[in-house]
């Protein structure tokens, strides 16, 4: 049972006698008895992130990745496509694909995740490969176990997230994240401390920036900061179901 707004505001109104080292510690406390998301970093030792695409993991839930493997859990990371049908790379399918798969080994390193997996669906096509994907997905969850599987959120503008989320299981927890197109959190964590990793993870997707600049995406977590940060530092916004 929620406690009443008062408590809320009480707790906004302590906010200057608070020590700046506690208060995340309290922020994450006052989620619970308000109305909007839970703030807090999740304890996982084993999880599984799936990426349609090289980068979505890095703009998604790179911070989140690196909070988890840094506390020592097991982060496996699979990505659906090899991204091939980036636009702005003067290059055949083929050589971007192959580009785009080292850009992704090397952002998985900087986030500290092991050593990525591609299942070499289609970029653009997964929707149509929906069957194959799902059978993909639920033998790598079959070996993997993972506590929890973190994958775009199923309402995402872009068709392969959409058909990535319907892959997974639904006996699965899923914790949705945001890509293309802003999601309704009920879960947000505070990336603050590896941001800058998140930003070094991204700025290896040298293909990627020549469609455009990635980076403004993460634009994204300064406002999630809002919602239970009050406005400090960065956060990723996740839905989880």
């Known amino acids: 049972m929620r406690l009443p707004r008062a408590v ?3 707790v906004a109104r302590t906010k200057p006698l608070v020590p700046e080292a506690a208060w995340p510690v309290l922020a994450s406390l006052r989620s619970f008895v308000g109305d909007g998301p839970i703030v807090g970093t999740p304890s996982f030792r084993r ?4 990426a349609a695409h090289p980068d979505d993991e890095s703009i998604g839930c790179g911070g989140l990745l690196a909070l988890l493997a840094d506390a020592g859990a097991e982060v496996h990371v699979c990505f659906a ?3 091939e049908a980036t636009i702005g790379a003067a290059m055949p399918a083929a050589e971007v694909a192959r580009q785009r798969r080292v850009e992704a080994a090397a952002a998985c390193r900087v986030l500290g ?5 591609f299942l070499g669906h289609p ?3 997964l929707a149509d490969r929906a069957d194959a994907l799902a059978e993909d997905v639920r033998r790598l969850v079959t070996e993997l176990d993972p506590e929890v599987v973190i994958v775009p959120w199923e309402l995402d503008g872009h068709p392969d997230h959409r058909a990535l989320f319907a892959a997974v299981p639904e006996d699965v927890e899923r914790w ?19 941001f800058a990793r998140k930003e070094q993870a991204l700025a290896c997707y040298e293909t990627a920036h020549l469609a455009f600049d990635v980076g403004a995406m993460l634009a994204l977590n300064r406002y999630r900061s809002v919602h239970g940060l009050m406005g400090r530092g960065h956060a990723e916004a996740y839905f989880v179901r």
């Open 113 to 117: 995740t092991r050593a990525p997996t």
């Open 8 to 10: 809320v505001r009480a």
């Open 47 to 50: 999880v599984l992130a799936l």
């Open 123 to 125: 970029d653009g096509g």
């Open 81 to 83: 496509t090899d991204g």
């Open 176 to 194: 949705g994240y945001e890509t293309w197109t802003p999601l309704t959190p009920n879960r947000v964590v505070d990336v603050s401390s590896v």
